[in-house]
């Protein structure tokens, strides 16, 4: 059984920084298609934040280029999300998400990220 696990969120003031870790067990994440993180805002739609692919290639949203750096550590089986310069926009609960075999996707359970401004 595949599991995400999210942690690392909290709340933060304007121009702080915070990094989000994604521990996975039951499948080795370079086994996956992607990893990514994703963000869901309230009143919004789920949204792709960032997303790392088997072979490292990494894509961002525009919102959060330059900002955000997507990253994996395979030996720890966890990936990450560093976030700089955030701003009240950037508030939201953000999601681990696992691309596997036949696109199946496996997701964590979510984190808070409250920026204040």
């Known amino acids: 059984q595949v599991q995400l696990v999210e942690s690392g969120g909290g709340l933060v003031q304007a121009g702080g920084s915070l990094r989000l870790s994604c521990a996975v067990s039951g499948r080795n994440i370079f086994l996956m298609n992607s990893m990514g993180w994703y963000r869901q805002a309230p009143g919004k739609q789920r949204e792709l934040v960032a997303r790392i692919t088997r072979s490292g290639s990494t894509n961002y949203a525009d919102s959060v280029k330059g900002r955000f750096t997507i990253s994996r550590d395979n030996a720890k089986n966890t990936v990450y999300l560093q976030m700089n310069s955030l701003n009240p926009e950037d508030t939201a609960v953000y999601y681990c998400?696992?691309?596997?075999?036949?696109?199946?996707?496996?997701w964590g359970q979510g984190t808070q990220v409250t920026v204040s401004s």
């Open positions: 998400n696992g691309e596997g075999a036949y696109y199946h996707q496996y």
